[in-house]
Each structure stands twice: as C-alpha cells, then as structure tokens.
C-alpha cells in the first residue's frame, strides 16, 4: 500500500529564471514574507541560513505559514542564494502543515544531501519530508516515495499505512507494519527496520527486517 499524503507543490528555480530580489536584512528575512505563494494571512514562522552549504556563502531559509487563494495551502519554505547585491530564490517547497529549519548533511558514501523536515496536518501529523542530492552545481530532487511500492515484496505481504520518518543520513528508518485487516489504528504486523540508498536521483528499499 502506497500512503496518500498531501501533494507538496515544488519548484527548483534556476539562476536565469528570476532576478535576485532585493536582499532583506536578516531582521526582515524573519519578519516579512517573500511574495512566493501564500497570499492570504502569510506570516514568517523563523527564519535562518546554512553556513558552509554545498555551492559555498550561506544558503537562507525562510520557513512560512498562510494560505493561498489558490489551493489553500497551509504552509512552506523558500531557501535562496547569495547572488551579488541580492538573494536569488532557488527552491521552495510549499504544501505540508508545518515545516522545520532545513539541514545538510552527508550520507555513508559522502554525498551531500539537503533535508527539508515537514509534517501534515490533521490528526495523523505525518511526516512529508523532501530530500535533495547535490549534484556539483546544483541541489536535484530525490523521489522519496517509490520505494513503498517495494514494502510487500519485501515484508510478506505486510504494509506500511502511515508516514515514515528516515534517517537520511544513515539511510534507515524504523516503523510499524500492518496486516489486511488491520485498523490503521492498530498495526498488528510487527515492526520492520529499514535500509535505503540512492540511485539516479530515487531512494531505493534495500533490507527490511522484521521482528513480529
């Protein structure tokens, strides 16, 4: 079973595709919104910047919460660039209830990977994380979601129904498993510990183990 979440609207802006904007102090980085998508009550949850990011100078967050006249969104990040006298947008991720301050770190193979931590709303609160892969020049999306179509092959016929939180930088992750009749209140399958790794820019399922 493959979990539904909330779809998260992303957008990988390149340099020629916008202008720097004016570069905000960083007491108007964390006090005024970016006019990015949220135009109906948008206020700036925190804000910050990554020193030592891959692509060198400070990489800024500015983590967001609103909505939009559009799809009615509840929240979202925009991280930007130095470029000359301004910041240039270069991803934004926008559709999860809440977000936390973004982090790189490196995978076992060295790879610098960018985490941007995010949660649904609702009573089920899952998680709806993002993840990028630096590429030289550039942070690439990583598809996060195909390797649940691999959980039943690889765990007798069990299922996850509920989102799961990965260790990005370990490449693991813990969770429940359910059985076909199982309430997706009460997982009844067991627990399975899970491994991971990333290739052509997708994560990939490669052990579960599991304790009934």
């Not at 964390?30 to 206020?43: F, V, Y």
Request: proline letters at 7%.
């Amino acid at each position: 079973m493959k979990i539904a979440l909330a779809p998260v609207a992303l957008l990988l802006l390149t340099g020629s595709a916008e202008e720097p904007m004016p570069r905000p102090s960083f007491e108007q980085l964390g006090r005024t919104c970016l006019p990015i998508k949220l135009d109906q009550g948008c206020a700036v949850a925190s804000a910050g910047f990554l020193n030592d990011a891959p692509g060198g100078g400070r990489l800024y967050w500015q983590i967001q919460q609103g909505a939009s006249a559009e799809d009615g969104v509840g929240g979202g990040i925009v991280l930007l660039r130095e470029d000359g006298p301004g910041l240039r947008p270069v991803l934004q991720a926008f559709g999860a209830w809440r977000y936390e301050a973004p982090q790189w770190v490196t995978d076992e193979d060295g790879v610098p990977l960018l985490i941007l931590r995010a949660t649904s709303g609702g009573t089920s609160a899952s998680p709806m994380d993002s993840l990028y892969r630096w590429d030289d020049a550039e942070w690439r999306p990583v598809d996060t979601d195909q390797w649940q179509d691999q959980v039943a092959d690889m765990a007798d016929g069990l299922t996850i129904q509920s989102g799961v939180r990965i260790d990005f930088e370990r490449m693991r992750a813990v969770t429940p498993l359910w059985r076909e009749r199982d309430g997706h209140c009460c997982p009844t399958g067991g627990w399975a510990s899970l491994r991971f790794e990333i290739r052509n820019d997708v994560l990939h399922l490669t052990e579960v183990r599991h304790t009934p």
